[in-house]
């Protein structure tokens, strides 16, 4: 797109929204996003209805890597949902990097940004599909009972390590337990040096990404988040091709996720995964993988800390079912509680709150004309929060999921259609086993040190930590429960 049909898409551009304040114009509505972008919106949403822009005009970019972006526009709601979801031709995704995905290839610096964090991601339409049919087989059944194993493995081991009486920053604890079991399915190594090095380079990443600094000042001068991050791009490029190579040598067929890719065929052309595409591939699902599990299990300990009745009531179902031992797949189908309780959990503090696109010609939303290039976010976590969908959508109800049965459009915590998280099982699983081992063994209850605030746009995780106690399960569940403070009260119902 010329500067000229740019500059004319943006005039066209219609969707309602605030606008420009003087002096400081475009750069404080996303200041207020990255701030707290689901606060904000809502605001946006309730003054300007379910398709609303973050500036009137256009002239705002959050996630797009493309040369221009004409505006950004929030949807919600399930026809949004499935509008975007599945018209694969039109509503484009991008790698995880965003608008620093564009500065790919400037320099012998910025090369490794052509895969960092690339993945299905990177990828659209056809190429897309085909990728994603060599992927498949690493999330098979047979595969997951291979995974399932190394939960429980790894969570023992962690509960092992749990003491009793002491306060743990239980967002850390939830990241470090799968960090490790991710490393485990990944890389085939429990937290091996190659394996965590990886992890604690994408966390990093990912944080420095929400750097104001990164985003104004990309230049790669020491001292500076750019430097640093590209730093952390090379690091990753490094460990993983020596990684790559040793499998590739070794010639193995391990059952971790890493070798089946490398040994994987497509069955019509015969061809197989470049190394930049098993690079890009094994990032985003390590990043994608263990942070929105942890911040599901997170969230879901959190809730169930505030609601003893609850909670009463699933561990009388995990000790009729597993009577103290880890679950295998065929128990996990005997547990409709904790099955209900999870996606009660991610439905009220929806561990991904958003699903971004970018519209590859121009198309029409909610009545509203988008132009080509135009960057939309689809709020998963608004669209759980409509009373017409969700009676009383603020209470965390785990029993509305006896008589609710919602669509994919409806209920979308893995997305929908054909980009639906091809790891949803996987996480799915891993969520059930850790709770259902941690609950039997011990008693989790919340410590109201500082207010429990949201943070994140990619991830939503507690700003400043969540401190819980430990207890051996004594089914105090009463003690702990009230005293909350922070944001987070505004987005589910919690006792005084």
């Given at each position: 797109?010329?500067?000229?049909?740019?500059?004319?898409?943006?005039?066209?551009?219609?969707?309602?929204?605030?606008?420009?304040?003087?002096?400081?114009?475009?750069?404080?509505?996303?200041?207020?996003?990255?701030?707290?972008?689901?606060?904000?919106?809502?605001?946006?949403?309730?003054?300007?209805?379910?398709?609303?822009?973050?500036c009137?005009?256009?002239?705002t970019?959050?996630y797009?890597?493309?040369?221009?972006?004409?505006?950004?526009?929030?949807?919600?709601?399930?026809e949004?949902?499935?509008?975007v979801?599945?018209?694969?031709?039109?509503?484009?995704?991008?790698?995880?990097?965003?608008?620093?995905?564009?500065?790919?290839?400037?320099s012998?610096?910025?090369?490794p940004l052509?895969?960092?964090l690339v993945?299905?991601?990177?990828?659209?339409?056809?190429h897309h599909?085909?990728?994603?049919k060599?992927?498949?087989?690493?999330?098979?059944?047979?595969?997951?009972?291979?995974?399932?194993e190394?939960?429980?493995?790894?969570?023992?081991?962690?509960l092992?390590?749990?003491?009793?009486?002491q306060?743990?920053?239980?967002?850390?604890?939830?990241r470090?337990?799968t960090?490790?079991?991710?490393?485990?399915?990944?890389?085939g190594?429990d937290i091996?040096?190659?394996?965590?090095?990886?992890?604690?380079?994408?966390?990093?990443?990912?944080?420095l990404?929400?750097d104001?600094l990164?985003?104004?000042?990309p230049?790669?001068?020491?001292?500076?988040?750019?430097?640093?991050?590209?730093?952390?791009?090379?690091q990753?490029?490094?460990?993983?091709?020596?990684l790559?190579k040793?499998?590739?040598?070794?010639?193995?067929t391990?059952?971790?996720?890493?070798?089946?890719?490398i040994?994987?065929?497509?069955?019509?052309?015969?061809?197989?995964?470049?190394?930049?595409?098993?690079l890009g591939?094994?990032?985003?699902?390590?990043?994608a993988?263990?942070e929105?599990?942890a911040n599901a299990?997170?969230?879901?300990?959190?809730?169930?800390s505030?609601?003893?009745?609850i909670?009463?009531?699933?561990?009388d179902?995990?000790?009729?079912?597993?009577?103290?031992?880890?679950p295998s797949?065929?128990?996990?189908?005997?547990?409709?509680?904790?099955?209900?309780?999870?996606?009660?959990s991610?439905?009220?503090?929806?561990?991904v709150?958003?699903?971004?696109?970018?519209?590859?010609?121009p198309?029409e939303?909610?009545?509203?004309?988008l132009?080509?290039?135009t960057?939309?976010?689809?709020?998963?976590?608004?669209?759980?929060q409509?009373?017409?969908?969700?009676?009383n959508p603020t209470?965390f109800?785990?029993?509305?999921?006896?008589?609710?049965?919602?669509?994919?459009?409806?209920?979308?915590?893995?997305?929908?259609?054909?980009?639906?998280?091809?790891?949803?099982?996987f996480?799915?699983?891993?969520?059930?086993?850790?709770?259902?081992?941690?609950?039997?063994?011990?008693?989790l209850q919340?410590?109201?040190?500082r207010?429990?605030?949201?943070?994140?746009?990619i991830?939503m995780?507690?700003?400043?930590g969540?401190?819980?106690?430990?207890?051996?399960?004594?089914?105090?569940?009463?003690?702990?429960v009230?005293?909350?403070?922070g944001?987070?009260?505004?987005?589910?119902?919690?006792?005084?």
């Amino acid at each position: 797109m010329t500067t000229t049909s740019a500059a004319a898409a943006r005039s066209s551009f219609n969707v309602p929204g605030p606008r420009p304040l003087p002096l400081v114009g475009r750069a404080l509505n996303m200041l207020r996003f990255g701030q707290d972008s689901i606060g904000y919106t809502r605001q946006l949403f309730q003054e300007y209805g379910n398709v609303v822009a973050l500036c009137q005009g256009g002239g705002t970019r959050l996630y797009s890597p493309q040369p221009n972006c004409p505006a950004t526009v929030f949807a919600y709601g399930p026809e949004m949902v499935r509008q975007v979801t599945m018209q694969h031709d039109v509503y484009h995704k991008f790698p995880l990097t965003g608008p620093l995905y564009r500065f790919q290839g400037t320099s012998e610096r910025t090369k490794p940004l052509q895969h960092f964090l690339v993945g299905l991601f990177g990828v659209n339409e056809d190429h897309h599909l085909q990728q994603r049919k060599l992927m498949m087989p690493a999330f098979h059944r047979q595969r997951l009972e291979t995974y399932a194993e190394d939960m429980i493995a790894i969570t023992q081991d962690e509960l092992e390590q749990m003491r009793s009486g002491q306060v743990y920053e239980i967002s850390t604890w939830t990241r470090q337990i799968t960090l490790r079991i991710a490393t485990k399915s990944l890389f085939g190594e429990d937290i091996g040096t190659a394996g965590m090095s990886v992890g604690q380079t994408i966390q990093e990443a990912l944080r420095l990404q929400g750097d104001l600094l990164l985003q104004l000042f990309p230049i790669d001068i020491p001292g500076l988040p750019w430097h640093r991050y590209l730093n952390l791009a090379a690091q990753y490029e490094a460990g993983m091709r020596a990684l790559i190579k040793a499998k590739q040598q070794k010639g193995s067929t391990d059952p971790d996720v890493l070798s089946m890719l490398i040994q994987v065929r497509d069955e019509e052309s015969g061809s197989r995964l470049s190394e930049s595409e098993l690079l890009g591939h094994v990032g985003v699902m390590f990043a994608a993988g263990h942070e929105t599990s942890a911040n599901a299990l997170t969230w879901t300990l959190f809730l169930l800390s505030q609601h003893p009745q609850i909670i009463s009531d699933l561990l009388d179902e995990l000790d009729a079912v597993l009577h103290g031992n880890p679950p295998s797949l065929e128990k996990l189908l005997q547990l409709p509680l904790l099955e209900r309780v999870i996606k009660e959990s991610m439905r009220v503090l929806s561990p991904v709150p958003w699903n971004g696109r970018v519209t590859s010609k121009p198309t029409e939303l909610g009545g509203y004309t988008l132009p080509a290039g135009t960057e939309v976010l689809v709020s998963i976590y608004h669209t759980h929060q409509m009373p017409d969908l969700y009676p009383n959508p603020t209470a965390f109800n785990p029993s509305r999921w006896e008589t609710i049965t919602p669509n994919a459009y409806e209920y979308n915590p893995f997305s929908a259609g054909p980009r639906l998280c091809i790891g949803a099982g996987f996480a799915m699983m891993e969520i059930k086993i850790i709770l259902a081992m941690l609950l039997q063994r011990y008693r989790l209850q919340f410590v109201s040190h500082r207010p429990i605030d949201r943070t994140g746009a990619i991830v939503m995780s507690p700003k400043s930590g969540l401190p819980m106690s430990v207890h051996e399960q004594d089914r105090q569940f009463h003690q702990g429960v009230g005293g909350v403070r922070g944001n987070i009260r505004e987005m589910v119902n919690l006792p005084q």
